[in-house]
């Protein structure tokens, strides 16, 4: 079975300060790969995928990730950090198959001081 | 502008009663699941269903949580006795047909509390 696994549980950083935020899954085949964002009290809702193609993924709100197939790696990235980033991100993985549910992995709470 | 719905938004139980909460997926969406959210586990996927057909429910305690798609607008998740460590916040979430794989969009959650 397949494993995400995100590396920090907590984040604390200043407004303006560069985010990157780590994700490592374990499973070896072909993957789709997403991040998704839940701001507090709310729902989650999709940040960016990335399916197939280059593997620097453009998303919402200025996001970015990378994914590297080598290092089995798919990290969230944005370069200045506003107070309203302030949520929890989860990364999830699924194989690229008909019938592959979605893997989350624990979360990283973001937390951005104004 | 669709979205996932889910009710009641919060519920407060005593154990052993019983607890329904129900999805009303997207229009048109063809999978549903169900995930419970706890500060301990994270996500975890209870169960999920194409096409109105069980697919994967070996998330959920068989014993007491059943799931079910009476039609293709309606995902019911019962919970019965409800016990104290059921508390969580459960997520429904449905995907487009085609696109099993693919993303998944969420409900506001349902947060119980059992007492």
């Known amino acids: 079975a397949q494993s995400v696994s995100q590396h920090n549980h907590h984040v604390i950083l200043s407004e303006a300060a560069s985010l990157e935020l780590g994700c490592n899954y374990s499973y070896g085949g072909t993957v789709n790969l997403f991040w998704y964002v839940q701001y507090p009290g709310q729902h989650l809702q999709l940040l960016l995928k990335?399916?197939?193609?280059?593997?620097l993924v453009k998303g919402i709100k200025g996001f970015e990730a990378e994914f590297i197939k080598s290092k089995f790696s798919f990290n969230l990235r944005k370069p200045s950090v506003q107070w309203s980033d302030t949520a929890e991100y989860f990364c999830?993985?699924?194989?690229?198959?008909?019938?592959?549910?979605?893997?989350f992995g624990k979360g990283t709470m973001l937390l951005v001081s104004p | 502008d669709a979205r996932v719905t889910q009710t009641p938004r919060h519920k407060v139980t005593e154990m052993g009663q019983e607890v329904t909460m129900r999805c009303q997926p997207i229009l048109g969406h063809n999978t549903v699941f169900w995930y419970r959210q706890t500060m301990m586990q994270g996500l975890e996927l209870l169960a999920y269903f194409r096409n109105r057909a069980p697919l994967d429910d070996s998330g959920m305690p068989k014993d007491r949580f059943s799931a079910e798609m009476p039609d293709a607008t309606l995902a019911t998740l019962k919970i019965q006795p409800s016990e104290p460590r059921d508390s969580a916040v459960y997520f429904c979430?449905?995907?487009?047909?085609?696109?099993?794989?693919?993303?998944?969009?969420f409900g506001p959650g349902t947060r119980l509390t059992v007492l």
């Open positions: 979430a449905s995907g487009p047909p085609g696109q099993e794989w693919g993303e998944q969009f």
């Open positions: 990335y399916f197939s193609g280059d593997p």
């Open positions: 999830a993985v699924n194989e690229d198959s008909g019938y592959s549910t979605l893997t």
